[in-house]
């Protein structure tokens, strides 16, 4: 009796350590350079299981105060992760940036919002939450359960951009990179000029299929290679590992045999139901998340390819 007693405590201690573990959605950031940390999500779609905590943020400590590069999915993300940042410097945060529109990098939004912080993104960014995010965040409650969401609002940026730029916060210099419409309407990367660091956003996935449905892919893969030519020290994509510029060929290569297959299967006189099943890409099937975006990024580069030949042809 007294050894399953014992054993009994090991695993309770071992649970609840496990669930100190879990109760905050970001229990640990990663160092990339004085002052420039990343708070790395699980490379998969929301779910109850990961709290929808899938995509990646950035903290950036200046001179003056913290900088916040994408809010989270929820009230709750951005208030661990502004616990996060407490843990790393007494200085407020006197901005926050939306890279892109996607769910899990914007409805941190409306917390900040209440605190005073001021949100930047690009003004297209800021049109599209204004859009879509009711039905969103709706989903998400859906998926994730109304408590998980409890407090959770959309709120658009408060400050938008028209174009590349480089603002001065903080005392840090961070250059807005921007290339039109590329992985999605108003998408940015910021360029930390000090350290050298990226946060790429929705511009870069790495080790998964990206979410190319908003994407026009020629403006993207130009993006690709202006981000590679700048040389930065590290990049933060907005899925996936810290990473180098050399993991850029991997998310080339998708995007590239992606256009090339749905203009063949376009040619060949194939309709939209069918192209999703005559477009596979066996090379990159073992890839996370192929089997939920594949299918979608053909369909709706097809669509793209189709009305671009209407206007042409009118």
């Known amino acids: 009796m007294p050894l399953l007693r014992g054993a009994g405590a090991c695993g309770v201690l071992a649970w609840a350590l496990q669930a100190q573990a879990q109760e905050s959605r970001v229990p640990s950031v990663q160092q990339l350079a004085p002052g420039v940390y990343a708070a790395i999500g699980q490379n998969s779609e929301p779910e109850p299981r990961n709290r929808g905590v899938v995509g990646n943020q950035g903290i950036i400590i200046g001179r003056d105060g913290v900088i916040l590069i994408d809010t989270g999915t929820s009230a709750r993300h951005v208030s661990d992760l502004v616990a996060a940042v407490g843990r790393l410097t007494s200085k407020p945060i006197v ?19 209440l605190q005073g912080v001021p949100i930047l993104a690009h003004h297209d960014v800021a049109a599209l939450i204004a859009q879509r995010c009711q039905k969103c965040l709706k989903k998400l409650i859906d998926i994730l359960g109304a408590d998980e969401m409890d407090g959770t609002r959309v709120t658009v940026p408060t400050q938008t951009l028209d174009g590349a730029t480089t603002i001065d916060v903080a005392g840090r210099k961070l250059d807005i990179l921007y290339y039109g419409h590329s992985s999605s309407p108003g998408s940015i990367g910021v360029l930390d000029r000090e350290s050298g660091v990226l946060f790429a956003g929705g511009l870069v996935s790495i080790g998964r299929i990206p979410d190319a449905k908003d994407a026009h892919i020629a403006e993207w893969l130009a993006a690709l290679q202006d981000i590679k030519a700048r040389r930065p020290s590290r990049i933060v994509p907005g899925e996936g ?12 290569g998708y ?60």
């Open 241 to 252: 590992p810290v990473s180098s510029v050399t993991e850029l060929a991997d998310l080339s």
């Open 255 to 314: 995007l590239t045999a992606l256009e090339d297959i749905v203009k063949n299967t376009f040619k060949a006189g194939i309709s939209l139901g069918k192209a999703g099943e005559s477009s596979q890409l066996p090379q990159f099937q073992q890839w996370p998340l192929y089997q939920t975006f594949h299918n979608r990024n053909v369909e709706h580069q097809y669509l793209q390819l189709e009305r671009r030949i209407l206007n042409e042809q009118s």
């Open 95 to 113: 901005l926050a940036i939306n890279t892109h529109q996607n769910p899990a990098f914007v409805f941190g939004n409306g917390t900040l919002a």
